[in-house]
């Protein structure tokens, strides 16, 4: 004889319930928080370099770098001036909400405008953990191949902003642009897309131009 | 990627839920899984069977009611808010010894 009983229960209730108590904390300072995510190589660290020195002087900014060990996201972008906390995660395939939480407490968050979470290299994971920023960004580079928007539909569908990284090296790839942004957009119709190249710096004004503009929406 | 700790997150609500309601082995459990989450279910399977071990849900059968993907949207694409797909629930479980009688939680 068996006992049915009721659970109910979210199995990732405690992240979704941190990322709340974040995201309480990101909307009282006033800071917005982007959480970039992407396949390990696609470039985070690249277009956060180039970002954070364009904005410099222009925005307070932090940025917390995750990586599964080693601080040399960190290193990278400390030598541009960036405020940087490096999150090591020691093998773990993606960030959780009480990572963030901790790792942002050596921020004085009202003296930020913005905060760029770099996630885990990593296209299943990442998309599935709401670490209570307000938006997510997705880069996405062209020596990918065309195919993963219809591979990877969640971190796809999730994304705010998709960011085509890489276009400087199309010519020597058979990447179909067309074909993968329809399949981008088939999931996420309103996402924003930004092809761009970091290493070059082609399409960054757009980039950035969105960026600030979302900054500005959040302090008024 | 992450199936071990969502074993480990299950195995620990459902001995909670157990004890709560007064102890005894589990002999199933009924997990929601979205199609649109991240969670091989071979893998999880796999990943539950070993976080059971030693506990009060050693050997329960975890049964995986998938949950296909349904938006919002009636342009027939997947475009439109997700409605249904992105679950990862713990539905009902199943204890092996009846409610004691007499004491109501």
Redesign the interface.
């Known amino acids: ?12 209730h ?1 992240n979704a319930r941190d990322a709340e108590a974040n995201r309480a904390r990101f909307r009282a300072a006033g800071v917005y928080v982007l959480n970039l995510m992407s396949a390990p190589g696609a470039g985070k660290t690249t277009l956060l370099e180039r970002t954070v020195e364009a904005l410099k002087g222009k925005l307070r900014l932090a940025v917390i770098t995750g990586d599964i060990a080693t601080t040399r996201d960190a290193d990278r972008l400390a030598a541009h001036g960036a405020r940087v906390v490096q999150l090591n995660t020691g093998g ?3 960030i959780e909400a009480h990572q963030i939480e901790q790792a942002a407490r050596p921020f004085a968050l009202d003296a930020l405008d913005l905060l760029l979470i770099e996630n885990i290299g ?1 296209l ?2 990442p ?2 953990f709401d670490l209570g920023e307000h938006d997510k960004v997705m880069i996405y580079s062209c020596t990918e191949g065309h195919d993963k928007p219809a591979k990877y ?2 971190m796809f ?1 999730e994304a705010k902003a998709l960011l085509l990284n890489k276009i400087d090296l199309l010519p020597y790839t058979n990447f179909d642009v067309d074909a993968a942004l329809a399949d981008a ?5 309103a996402v924003e897309v930004f092809q761009l190249s970091a290493t070059q710096g082609t399409g960054f004004g757009a980039w950035l131009g969105w960026l600030e503009n979302r900054v500005a929406a959040r302090r008024s | 990627m992450h199936e071990v700790g969502v074993a480990q997150r299950m195995v620990e609500i459902a001995l909670a839920a157990a004890a709560e309601s007064g102890g005894g082995k589990i002999v199933s459990l009924r997990l929601l899984l979205g199609t649109l989450t991240c969670v091989d279910p071979a893998t999880l399977a796999f990943a539950f069977t070993v976080a059971a071990r030693g506990t009060p849900a050693e050997g329960a059968r975890l049964d995986v009611e998938p949950r296909e993907l349904l938006t919002a949207c009636s342009c027939g694409a997947h475009g439109g808010d997700v409605v249904r797909g992105r679950e990862l629930r713990l539905d009902t479980l199943d204890l092996e010894e009846p409610l004691s009688t007499g004491s109501t939680p």
């Open positions: 004889m068996t006992t049915e009983v009721t659970l109910a229960q979210d199995v990732l405690d773990a395939c993606h990593n299943v994971c998309a599935e539909p969640l569908k957009r088939a999931l996420n119709p």
